[in-house]
Antibody, heavy 120, light 106 residues
Framework: EVQLVESGGGLVQPGTSLRLSCVASGFTFDDYAMHWVRQAPGKGLEWLSGISWNSATITYAGSVKGRFTISRDNDKNSLFLHLTNLRPEDTAFYYC?????????????WGQGTVVTVSS | DIQMTQSPSSLSASVGDRVTISCRAS??????LAWYQQKPGKVPKLLIY???TLQSGVPSRFSGSGSGTDFTLTISSLQPEDAATYFCQKYVSAPVTFGQGTRLEI
C-alpha cells in the first residue's frame, strides 16, 4: 500500500523554526518528485514547494520562498520541509503529497497531514 | 502567476441532480487541470486529472471537461456522499495553484 506519513508538527512561538518530515512507503521513492501543500483551518489548499526525484529542481510558492526549505533523503525514503521565522498565518495542516508521474502533475497520494500551530 | 477562479463558491442541490462546477484559469494551461474532493476532516482526494481523465476508483458520475482556460466538473446524478468541497488545481508549471473551492451541500 502506498503511504505517506508526516510528523514534526506542533505548537510553536512566532519567529521560531520547525522541521517537518514525511516517510514514504509502498512505492519507489527515488523515482518520483514530491511536494508539500498546506491548508489553514477552514481555508483552501495552498501549494508550498516541490522537489524533483534527484533534488535538481526545487520550486517554492512566493509566500514561503526564503523562509521554507524543501529537501529529501532518498536513502531513507524521506521528504522534509524546514520552516523558519514562523508566523501566526503559517498555522495549518501540512501535507506531503506525491504527484502521479511528473514533477508538475496531479497529486494522487496525500499523507494524513501534520498540524503546525504558531502562537504566543 | 496563473490564478484559478472557481464558481460558484457554494451551492445546494438535491439527490439525483446534475451539478456543474466551473474553474477558469487566468492564462491558458492546456489540459493540466485536476479536480479534488475534500470531505470535512478528511484529506483531499483526486477525482480527475488531465482535465477529463477519471482517477481509478472514482465513480463514473463524475466527469471533467475543458482545455485552455475554462474547465468544468460535472456530477451527473448527485448522491448523498458527494457532499464535500471541490477544488480545481492547475499543474502545468510552478507555482501550482488551486481554486478557492466550491462547497456542495445536499
Amino acid at each position: 500500500e502506498v503511504q505517506l506519513v508526516e510528523s514534526g508538527g506542533g505548537l510553536v512561538q512566532p519567529g521560531t523554526s520547525l522541521r517537518l518530515s514525511c516517510v514514504a512507503s509502498g512505492f519507489t521513492f527515488d523515482d518520483y518528485a514530491m511536494h508539500w501543500v498546506r491548508q489553514a483551518p477552514g481555508k483552501g489548499l495552498e501549494w508550498l514547494s516541490g522537489i524533483s526525484w534527484n533534488s535538481a529542481t526545487i520550486t517554492y510558492a512566493g509566500s514561503v520562498k526564503g523562509r521554507f526549505t524543501i529537501s529529501r533523503d532518498n536513502d531513507k525514503n524521506s521528504l522534509f520541509l524546514h520552516l523558519t521565522n514562523l508566523r501566526p498565518e503559517d498555522t495549518a495542516f501540512y501535507y506531503c503529497v506525491k504527484p502521479r508521474e511528473l514533477l508538475y502533475d496531479a497529486f494522487h497520494i496525500w499523507g494524513q497531514g501534520t498540524v503546525v500551530t504558531v502562537s504566543s | 502567476d496563473i490564478q484559478m477562479t472557481q464558481s460558484p463558491s457554494s451551492l445546494s442541490a438535491s439527490v439525483g441532480d446534475r451539478v456543474t462546477i466551473s474553474c477558469r484559469a487566468s492564462q491558458g494551461i492546456l489540459n493540466s487541470l485536476a479536480w479534488y474532493q475534500q470531505k470535512p476532516g478528511k484529506v483531499p482526494k483526486l477525482l480527475i486529472y488531465a482535465a477529463s481523465t477519471l482517477q481509478s476508483g472514482v465513480p463514473s458520475r463524475f466527469s471533467g471537461s475543458g482545455s485552455g482556460t475554462d474547465f468544468t466538473l460535472t456530477i451527473s446524478s448527485l448522491q448523498p456522499e458527494d457532499a464535500a468541497t471541490y477544488f480545481c488545481q492547475k499543474y502545468v508549471s510552478a507555482p501550482v495553484t488551486f481554486g478557492q473551492g466550491t462547497r456542495l451541500e445536499i
